[in-house]
């Protein structure tokens, strides 16, 4: 197996392809090698686990009814958030809350019931932060069982009782930190409500922390947009001075399922994306603080042309949210968009094997892809 596919997603090789040039992708902070030392780390303490990805592995992208549980999930642990960012659902949510947060309870019985995990990302729509020590609780658990484990946060909150250290003492593989702004000005217009000192002076702790720790698990993650685009290379040198050794730069916007904010998200796209000039120019300041930079690109990633270029995540993965609802993915992470089987009470594991999810990775197989999937396909 390509181990990088294997890591990215089996198309997202495309997505530099795009700016006609081999850019990189973003990979795990911690290293490729490490990573899939890893997840070998987990498939062999488990026997029940190691057949469920061989399984996997021989049926993927082929099968629409499959025999296997997913390998991968990404978990909504709160729905709530202390910002309104101007491309976030979250914003047209009264007070900012969707649903209530995920109990731990339910999180571990999740954990317990899909043996066959390797790989996790706690985040949807809301700051995973703000569950407090429940959220220290799931990454620890999910650590116990050599799950790798990838969290977002936006940062502000990090400092109260230096959360920041019990944060990394999980054994969290990786903390992606969003960062959209150089300035004061440009961060606190796009993350409203949001504070650009106190996020900043976090991400320092952050940082100088994992650092005594001997650990590289932090990356900086930038959207990039109108509003930002003139501050891209300004963006690498704050991420050099906050102490972040990882730099991601995604140029897609998404609305989460929900078209009119995808709409609202298409309008400030940069045109960027496509030009090869910035990312050189990107790729040299990034090289000269000793940064490691990647690219991303989510729309029109994906071809109904092959089983190699079709979308891997109704082959591989789910995402549940804060009310334990079941969604496709990240890019459509709001339930009240679309969901597999509303108001079943079923659990993941009869959802995924299910007659609606067979029906919907049938369609990817045959070409019919799903309207609510179309953003992400290039034909």
């Known amino acids: 197996m390509d181990r ?46 190691h057949a469920n990805y061989q399984r996997y592995l021989m049926a993927k992208k082929g099968l629409a009814a499959v025999d296997y549980l997913p390998i ?43 043996f066959g995990l390797v790989e996790i990302k706690i985040q949807g729509l809301g700051e995973p932060t703000m569950q407090g020590d429940d959220l220290l609780r799931m990454i620890r658990h999910a650590r116990q069982k050599r799950i790798w484990v990838r969290t977002v946060t936006n940062a502000s909150r990090l400092h109260l009782k230096d959360f920041y250290k019990p944060y990394v003492d999980t054994g969290v593989n990786e903390i992606q930190v969003s ?19 106190r996020v900043t002076k ?31 290379l300004d963006l690498v040198d704050l991420a050099a001075d906050l102490g972040f050794q990882d730099l991601a730069y995604s140029f897609t916007l998404i609305g989460f399922g929900d078209k009119a904010l995808q709409e609202r998200n ?23 603080d000793d940064i ?7 729309d029109s990633k994906y071809s109904t042309r092959s089983a190699e270029t079709r979308c891997a995540w109704p082959f591989e993965r789910a995402m549940v949210t ?20 509303p108001g079943t009470g079923k659990s993941l594991t009869e959802i995924w094997q299910g007659k609606t999810y067979t029906e919907f990775r049938q369609a990817h197989i045959d070409g019919r892809i799903p309207e609510v999937c179309r953003a992400c396909y290039r034909d």
């Open 72 to 114: 991968k999930i990404d978990i909504e642990n709160v729905s709530r958030c202390n910002f309104r960012c101007t491309m976030c659902s979250v914003s047209d949510w009264h007070k900012g809350k969707r649903a209530e947060d995920m109990p731990f309870e339910a999180f571990k019985t999740m954990l317990d019931e899909q």
């Open 4 to 49: 990088l596919v294997d890591w990215a997603g089996e198309s997202e090789r495309q997505s530099t392809q795009m700016l006609g040039a081999d850019f990189p992708i973003p990979l795990p902070s911690v290293g490729i090698d490490s990573y899939h030392a890893e997840r070998e780390a987990c498939l062999n303490a488990d026997p029940k686990k």
């Open 322 to 341: 804060s009310d334990l609802r079941v969604v496709p993915c990240c890019t459509i992470s709001n339930p009240d968009a679309f969901e597999f089987e």
């Open 292 to 298: 490691r930079v990647g690219f991303w690109l989510c």
């Open 202 to 232: 976090n991400c320092r702790a952050l940082n100088d922390y994992t650092h005594t720790q001997g650990k590289r698990i932090t990356k900086m993650w930038t959207l990039v947009q109108e509003a930002n685009r003139h501050q891209l």
């Open 266 to 288: 298409d309008a400030v796209e940069t045109e960027y994306r496509y030009r090869f000039d910035v990312m050189q120019n990107i790729m040299e300041r990034a090289q000269s």
């Open 179 to 197: 960062i959209d702004g150089a300035t004061a000005e440009v961060f606190e217009s796009i993350r409203r409500q949001s504070d650009f000192s």
